[in-house]
């Protein structure tokens, strides 16, 4: 636990210090609103189903370039290496890892929300906390999809530039269904009326967090 | 007669096609030290690796404190210390917190002192405040040694330790090893050539076409007693 605690700690100070990660996830976040917003014809930007589309763009497109940071900032002077060569067991090391990327996540999340509103006109209700729940089980599924493949991109020749290609095709079911649960709130509709776009991400986030705990071991053993 | 901390059975090591260790065997005794000398692609870094557990060998095994190194549980991989070409330090990091962080890994008891305790004895006490990547190359392989060794281990794997050192650094570091040799740690080295230390007797070997042979005298005279040296008695 105290290993755990002090990977997370870690990658919060290095944030903190460095801010790289929230510069991405919150000018990305922007840049995709701002797009949209003036993409699309007036009336249709103040539909929930824009607004709802707009949102998840802007968390996947940040979630790439930011999430995948915490595991890729360990390449830097091999840092991977030292982890793996910790007394820590892999698993951990992934749940610490998957812990900070779900951190910038849900800051990211709150800030593409904050802007959201502002750019769709949204009010603020309590249809915005069932968003924000919606929201936070689509980071957590890319998070722990994210740090999973971000380990194999680390260990790749351009891994990098193949991340998105491998994130995104996976990542679709759980977008689709967070698009739909989030459009539905957005539009007034009780957040139990999506029960089954809901139970998606539920099961998405369950399927991908025990892959990754389970298959880590195996992706980062061999050099 | 104890244990033998290290042993390897015809230890080979594949990258694709590409043979880079064969046929190896290698045993050390606990509190011994050792020095593996080999030129730039020999192997030397390979086999730290394999016995550290980072790579998996491609035939034969690598006994670690009797644990075959493939199924290296996080116990014994808490009794082993790797200075290698990388210094596992965080740029963004101060020298203290690096330190810091590696001993949390470890379990180390009192980390923030335990970090102070080994700032100062590599003399980077005046700077543990300052990030890392201010530091010098020098300055970092000091740091490097003292976060290799934080947790005190009783396996320390040296890869190349004095590379890019000035001689008040390769001085400290050398401090550094003798005392953990002197607290019976067992010490594998590797060098491209001459690897001296006071009151170290290292155990000569050489990667010659992948394989870990003991070095012979007669490769000395071949090689203009270059590595005499080394061969000075255990004081």
Known sequence: MAGYAAIVKKDLMLEVRGGRITTVLVSLALLVLVVLVFAFDRAVAQGPDTAAGALWIALVFAGMLGATRVVLSEQENGCLRALLLSPLDRATIYAAKLTASFGFMVGAAIAATILAMLFFNLEFSMSLAALMLVLILGALGFSALATLLAVIAARARGGELLLPLLIVPLFVPALIAGVKASAAVLSGAALATSRDWVGILIAFDVLFVTAGYLLFEHVVGEE | ?235
């Not at chain 2, 014994?76 to 330190?99: D, K, V």
């Not at chain 2, 005190?152 to 890869?159: G, I, R």
């Open chain 2, 1 to 235: 007669m104890a244990a033998p901390v290290i042993e390897t059975h015809a230890l080979g090591k594949t990258f694709g096609l590409t043979p880079v260790l064969r046929e190896t065997d290698f045993r050390l005794a606990p509190g011994h030290a050792a020095v593996i000398i080999g030129g730039n692609g020999s192997g030397k870094s390979t086999l730290l690796s394999i016995l550290c557990g980072l790579v998996s060998p491609s035939e034969g095994s690598a006994l670690v404190f009797g644990e075959d190194t493939r199924r290296f549980s996080p116990r014994y991989r808490r009794r082993i210390g790797m200075l290698s070409h990388q210094s596992f330090l965080y740029p963004n990091l101060t020298a203290r917190e690096n330190l810091e962080f590696y001993a949390r890994l470890y379990g180390v008891s009192e980390p923030r002192k335990a970090a102070d305790a080994w700032l100062e004895r590599i003399g980077l006490g005046e700077s543990a405040d300052d990030r890392v990547r201010t530091f010098s190359r020098g300055m970092e392989q000091r740091l490097t040694a003292a976060r290799a060794m934080i947790h005190n281990p009783a396996l320390l794997l040296l890869d190349e330790p004095f590379a890019a050192l000035d001689s008040d650094g390769i001085a400290r570091v050398k401090a550094m090893i003798r005392e953990a040799a002197d607290e019976g740690c067992t010490l594998v080295a590797t060098a491209h050539a001459q690897l001296e230390i006071e009151g170290i007797s290292f155990e000569l070997y050489e990667i010659v076409r992948g394989q870990v042979v003991e070095y012979q005298e007669k490769d000395e005279a071949r090689r203009g007693g270059r590595l005499r040296s080394l061969l000075s008695p255990r004081s």
